[in-house]
């Protein structure tokens, strides 16, 4: 793979109000992109299915070029926040709440598949109002864009 148009310190911001992705090599600003969310994308995302977009801290995981939407970046939610928030409310387990932070203290994938809801991606398939299921879509072009610059382990903030 050619990774001669990755950043060297990539960051990516997310302004859910604004429908946009900013993306930055350190502190310099590089491009702006046109997202949607999920499709209800008002607050933070809560239990698997509410259909909204986590908000907080993450990081790009994984990398997959063979997405069914196009292009895809791997966000590592649930965060050691959500994770918190989950054993609290009873909605995941101690044995899942380990795991997650395990995971997330490795640079890895977090657990995907539990109460809290998982596999939110940066991903193409178009910005034709809000339709993911949680996730961040953008144009294929600028997916296609996007992958090539950012690195697996790139921060990601996503805001309100």
């Known amino acids: 793979m050619d990774t001669s148009n990755e950043l060297k310190n990539p960051r990516i911001i997310i302004r859910k109000k604004d429908r946009i992705l900013e993306v930055f090599e350190g502190k310099k600003f590089v491009k702006t992109m046109k997202i949607v969310l999920g499709f209800a994308p008002i607050g933070n995302k809560e239990i698997e299915g509410d259909g909204k977009t986590p908000e907080g801290e993450f990081y790009v995981f994984t990398k997959n070029s063979e997405s069914r939407f196009h292009l895809s970046l791997g966000l590592s939610y649930p965060s050691k926040a959500d994770a918190e928030r989950g054993l609290k409310a009873n909605l995941i387990s101690t044995d899942e709440f380990e795991s997650i932070n395990k995971s997330l203290d490795e640079g890895g994938m977090p657990l995907q598949k539990t109460k809290l809801g998982g596999e939110i ?39 309100p």
């Open 121 to 159: 991606y940066i991903h193409g398939g178009g910005t034709d109002g809000d339709w993911t299921d949680g996730c961040i879509a953008l144009e294929n072009e600028h997916i296609t864009e996007l992958f090539a610059l950012i690195t697996r382990g790139a921060r990601v903030t996503i805001l």
